[in-house]
């Protein structure tokens, strides 16, 4: 489903009862690198054990305890699914429909023996197809995913109302920076991309004359493309994604694209106007189909709908995305075939495998703890909202407004999605199931159009292991996935969770007031709540933080992009503070316990550190840098604890080492 770039942002008495006896208390040791100080690098010091311990193997670009936990989740799902039984489901069921999926996908010798036959027929519709047709393939053939994206979503200035947006696309390297720099790792992506678009193209049946057009044709229109899209950075600014049209007056301005036309064969009728996320790139689409040949056009689409369909067919297809994923991340094997068939119904039934999910694995104990461990994260924030000298009192209380306004969800959603109208065959093609899915998921969105926006709806399944804020609907969800150790055991020591489920709370609830959150009000309108004074004083602050970010080199030459990364960063540092501050509220006049030779707020700030454990592949850093809004784990303990006061109180960091920061250099917002 199409989003817009601001939907989502992700990740008094004591909350957690007493340990039991013989239950995890403290710090594991073993995770620990004592040869380092604390104050010299506290990421190689908390994490270089487990570092150590857990080397990257050959499937992996990044492995920590993040992705050590989805590993769990992944096994608790393959678990459910090897014990569903299609022959005896009744037809059409949840149960027949996820166990014939995974079946499809695990089925090596008959995709093999297809080789690129699921996709001839597809192919001769592109290649014989008008020029008036591109815009119906774009449409209706599900694979098809040119030039642009769209979907329905609350309106930013009416939030009560679905709409529909349009937004750029049509990248099949994803990110428009490696179109366009000019850089050793740009270069041999590029090259990669070039290599991987001919090998499908000829496995789909073209010979290498036609092939090499193809990837020269692709290559251009992707280029032209990049250079109107507009830059991950800009695509934060919440206001430059918001421009209303009338499908008229765009008719008009910009003939070459029939938006009406793609809309009606959609099978959505009314749609009059449109909120167009990036107008320059519109302009460059209408541009492209015009003066394009339409042999380039068909070329173009047919690339992007061979990459969709690739990892759906036979081997030989799989094995050229992989190497293409060779050289943008660094990995070294392919995952093995069970984890890549598991992650389609995973992902396109997620709701039908959720509630299985919650059934086996979610204790309805688990989630009244974390209602409560919410409830003390939220009156933590609000201290300290009311305590902000850099705030006036008639912007705080705007800001507490919102905060008492909270969704909160937890687990799992209350009423499961409906997969009845979607077929999964098994005597059709994989792919074509695939297909299937994707036109499922799209007609449920288009399905929202011009209805009131539901907002007991979920944009995570139970079973995924993150956590989400919602601007548009001013709501924190935490799904079952998630709530397991290391990020929260019910029966560990409270510094623990609270440095760990508790920073994450406290940082999804710190994204209704990072750089785009807080440009939306309590009812997930984008307003302005702020006086001017407020914003101004906010915006340094937060310049500052992304300045911070900005010096950090990631890899030789290569420094983070801290206004990228910022929404996520002011959300690290306000996540640590609003959880130290609970957990303390949560010791009430108790000085906490010593353990193992660890203080309270040592365990605190060990657990932070502990959960984003983990080895990095530099392919790796550099592929993340660019295109994700998260800084990397050393840095999201690192830099955020070096702005932290009680921190370097904890472990007795002082000037002169290399983890204190001066108090005038450092950057508190939340």
Not at 242 to 263: E, G, K, Q, T
Not at 498 to 521: L, N, S
Request: some cysteine; glycine content about 8%; proline content about 5%.
């Amino acid at each position: 489903m199409y989003r817009t770039a601001i939907a989502i942002l992700s990740l008094a008495a004591s909350v957690m009862p007493a340990a039991a006896e013989g239950t995890p208390r403290g710090v594991d040791r073993a995770n620990l690198d004592t040869s380092v100080a604390p104050g010299t690098d506290f990421y190689d010091y908390a994490c270089g054990g487990w570092m150590k311990a857990n080397p990257l193997r050959p499937e992996y670009s990044r492995y920590g305890t993040f992705d050590q936990l989805g590993e769990l989740n992944r096994a608790q799902v393959r678990d459910l699914v090897l014990g569903l039984d299609a022959t005896t489901a009744a037809p059409g069921s949840n149960t027949q429909k996820i166990a014939d999926l995974y079946a499809q996908g695990m089925d090596s010798t008959t995709l093999n023996a297809q080789g690129a036959s699921p996709v001839l027929l597809d192919l001769a519709r592109i290649y014989g197809t008008g020029r008036d047709g591109i815009v119906d393939l774009m449409a209706t053939m599900p694979g098809v995913g040119a030039f642009f994206g769209t979907g329905v979503e609350a309106d930013m200035m009416n939030s009560t109302q679905n709409v529909m947006y349009w937004g750029q696309g049509g990248l099949g390297l994803g990110d428009r920076d490696y179109y366009l720099e000019d850089s050793d790792n740009a270069r041999a992506v590029r090259e990669a991309y070039r290599k991987y678009l001919h090998t499908i193209a000829t496995l789909a049946g073209l010979n290498d004359e036609n092939a090499s057009r193809l990837v020269e044709n692709t290559m251009r229109i992707e280029t032209a493309l990049a250079s109107a899209a507009m830059s991950r950075e800009e695509m934060r600014d919440p206001a430059a994604g918001y421009n209303p049209r009338s499908v008229a007056a765009l008719a008009a301005d910009y003939p070459h694209i029939d938006l009406r036309r793609y809309f009606e064969k959609q099978g959505l009728q009314g749609v009059d106007s449109i909120i167009v996320g990036q107008p320059k790139s519109y302009a460059a689409v209408d541009s492209i189909l015009a003066s394009e040949s339409l042999t380039a056009l068909r070329d173009y689409v047919a690339a992007g709908y061979l990459d969709s369909a690739a990892p759906y067919l036979s081997d030989a297809f799989v094995d050229a995305g992989f190497q293409m994923s060779r050289v943008l991340s660094g990995v070294e094997e392919q995952q093995p075939r069970w984890k890549r068939a598991l992650a389609v119904p995973n992902g396109m039934l997620g709701e039908a495998l959720g509630q299985l999910y919650v059934e086996k694995y979610f204790p309805a104990s688990s989630k009244e703890k974390m209602l409560t461990l919410v409830g003390n994260l939220r009156t933590a924030l609000g201290k300290h909202i009311d305590n902000l000298t850099w705030m006036s009192d008639e912007t705080k209380a705007k800001a507490r407004e919102k905060l008492d306004a909270f969704t909160v969800k937890i687990g799992y959603p209350d009423k499961w999605r409906d997969y009845s109208a979607l077929t999964i065959d098994p005597y059709r093609p994989y792919w074509n199931n695939v297909q299937a899915a994707i036109l499922f998921n799209q007609k449920l969105n288009n399905d929202d159009f011009g209805k009131p926006v539901d907002r007991d709806r979920w944009y995570m399944s139970p079973q995924t292991v993150n956590a989400y804020y919602s601007p548009l609907t001013n709501e924190i969800c935490f799904p079952a996935g998630i709530l397991q150790a290391p990020y929260f055991n019910p029966d560990a020591d409270d510094a623990e969770n609270y440095g760990a489920i508790g920073v994450v709370i406290g940082h999804e609830m710190t994204h209704g007031f990072d750089d785009q959150g807080r440009q939306f009000d309590k009812d997930g309108n984008f307003a302005n709540w702020w006086t001017d004074a407020d914003a101004q004083a906010f915006t340094a602050l937060a310049d500052s933080l992304a300045a911070q970010f900005d010096a950090i080199e990631v890899a030789p030459g290569v420094h983070a992009n801290g206004r990228f990364t910022l929404g996520e960063n002011i959300a690290d540092q306000g996540g640590l503070r609003v959880a130290h501050t609970a957990y303390h509220t949560a010791l009430g006049d108790s000085a906490g316990e010593t353990i193992d030779g660890f203080t309270p707020d040592q365990r605190f700030y060990l657990a932070y550190a502990n959960v984003w454990a983990g080895n990095i592949r530099e392919a790796e850093i550099l592929k993340r840098t660019k295109t994700d809004p998260h800084s990397l784990g050393r840095w999201r303990v690192n830099a955020s604890l070096r702005n932290i006061e009680p921190f370097f109180a904890a472990f007795g960091i002082t000037e002169g080492q290399p983890m204190f920061r001066p108090a005038a250099e450092r950057v508190v917002i939340w």
